[in-house]
Structures are given as C-alpha cells and as structure tokens.
C-alpha cells in the first residue's frame, strides 16, 4: 500500500494498547528531541522560532506582513508584529510601503540557521546509514498521510540529503 493509499489509524476494541502507548511514547520522545534541536537553533540565532520562521519566509519571497502570515500560518496581526520586531533588530528591511527584505544581517542569521539544519540533518543520516535513512522518510511520509490525510500527496521529489 503506498504512502497514499494508508489507510485512517482506527483503535479498535482488542487493538493491543501496549503498543499503541508505546508508539506514542516513542513519538514523544522525537517530539522532544525536535524541541531540544529548536531550542539550540533559538539559542544560535537568538530568534523565537516564530521569528525564525517569519525571517526565512521573507528570504523566500514573502513580501509583505500579510504574506509573511500566510507562509507562516500566523494571523496577520501577530505576522505584522512578529515583521516589526525583525525590523528593530535589523535583520528586515523595507522602505514606506517597499517590500521586505532580508538585511545583511538577516542575511547571516539565515545562512546560521540554515547551518544548523545541515549539521543536524547529516548527523542524523550518518547515524542511520542510507537503507534506515530511506526507511525513516517513508515511515514519516506514510505517518503524515495517516495523521493530516488533507495535506496534498508529496510529489515524490526530495532535496539532497547531505552526503
């Protein structure tokens, strides 16, 4: 069965509950693990993830408050808040009604988080080898397709791990 194809998780009476909490102490675990790499990523940058996430939708294009929010999945009034503060530390940049751009030290934190992510990332495909790195991406792929079946289908394509 694809990726796709998974069918809805359903906890049915004799469905084995040992299994299923320990599945779900497992992802717990990861979830930790998540937030221990977002906390040195905050710590490196000296940016909330919020921010971080609102400075990286501007190097990708997002122009405006309005479209920051919408990459980000923030309401407008906290995305234009969240713009204003990475324009009092200098890392955001527009002109009275221009569009927003990364500053040369946006620029630095940006290249720093994006660091980061690479060092993380290649430790972890290191550590797993190629087969169980390969095995990782389709269990989270058929993970994300059981827990937001909305979420439309992924193309197939995947970036460079590095190697």
Do not use: K, W
Request: no cysteine; glycine share 10%; charged share 20%.
């Amino acid at each position: 069965m694809s990726a796709a194809a998974v069918a809805p998780l359903e906890i049915r009476p004799g469905t084995s509950m040992t299994g299923v909490l320990a599945l779900m102490d497992e992802l717990a675990l990861l979830a930790g693990a998540g937030e221990e790499v977002r906390r040195q990523v905050d710590e490196l940058t000296g940016l909330r993830s919020g921010e971080l996430q609102a400075l990286l939708a501007v190097a990708d294009g997002a122009d405006r408050p309005t479209t920051v929010a919408e990459a980000t999945g923030q309401v407008d009034d906290a995305a234009a808040a969240t713009v204003e503060a990475l324009r009092r530390r200098g890392l955001v940049t527009s002109a009275s009604g221009a569009a927003l751009q990364l500053t040369e030290a946006g620029r630095v934190v940006r290249q720093q988080a994006e660091g980061l992510r690479i060092r993380v990332l290649h430790g972890v495909v290191s550590a797993l080898g190629e087969q169980a790195t390969d095995q990782l991406r389709r269990t989270v792929q058929a993970l994300g397709s059981v827990l937001a079946p909305e979420a439309p289908p992924s193309s197939g394509a995947r970036p460079a791990l590095p190697g």
